[in-house]
């Protein structure tokens, strides 16, 4: 026989509590239902449960949810998730369901592209990304960068004499040995501290719980 469609009621004896569903398929396929909540109850206790076909529908599956949508619809809002296992009586496949599922796409998307930047996509960030691999930054866009972590605004002028400055020096066996005594000081002072992304203050770890 071919299949066909049908809505069915379950009753849990145990907690006199109901079911609504439906089925496109045959009525001995095994099949229980798509609540979760419900199928565990019926996988402890199966004897609790007893299954009654409401009505058969040999058309469409959207004539079947269209009769389905009428069972649903007579159930209560407050005997959701009490009376019966249904959580939602609205229509399913329904242009108003479709539509609010249309809304949280288009919403998910809006989030990730605000994640991503303005008007980039993943792709076109990806294009940036190894366009730049293998470039030697220059000194100027390194201080603009070290000085943007720190906070500090400089001016392009004050930029290019600081980077002048420093173009062309070589430090002496000492100054290296200073700063790799600093360096370890600073080591061993920063053991155990996070550091913000975007900045150069040590959060403790009380204080990134506490935000």
Aim: with cysteine; proline share 1%.
């Amino acid at each position: 026989m071919e299949k066909y469609g049908f809505v069915y009621l379950w009753y849990d004896k145990k907690h006199k509590r109901y079911y609504i569903g439906c089925r496109w398929g045959k009525e001995n396929d095994g099949y229980i239902c798509s609540s979760t909540w419900m199928k565990q109850g019926y996988k402890h206790r199966p004897q609790d449960f007893k299954r009654r076909i409401l009505s058969r529908i040999y058309t469409t599956r959207k004539d079947l949810l269209e009769e389905e949508h009428k069972w649903l619809s007579k159930i209560k809002n407050e005997e959701l998730g009490d009376r019966y296992y249904n959580l939602n009586n609205h229509h399913f496949g329904h242009w108003s369901t479709d539509n609010y599922k249309r809304n949280v796409v288009i919403q998910k998307a809006k989030g990730n592209k605000n994640r991503l930047g303005d008007h980039k996509t993943i792709e076109e960030r990806q294009k940036i990304s190894n366009s730049l691999k293998g470039r030697k930054r220059s000194l100027e866009s390194i201080e603009k960068q070290r000085m943007k972590l720190l906070g500090k605004k400089q001016s392009p002028e004050s930029i290019a004499k600081r980077v002048a400055s420093n173009t062309g020096k070589k430090r002496t066996g000492q100054a290296l040995e200073n700063m790799k005594i600093v360096g370890k000081k600073m080591g061993q002072n920063n053991k155990g501290k996070k550091y913000n992304k975007f900045n150069v203050i040590t959060l403790s770890d009380d204080n990134i719980y506490r935000g």
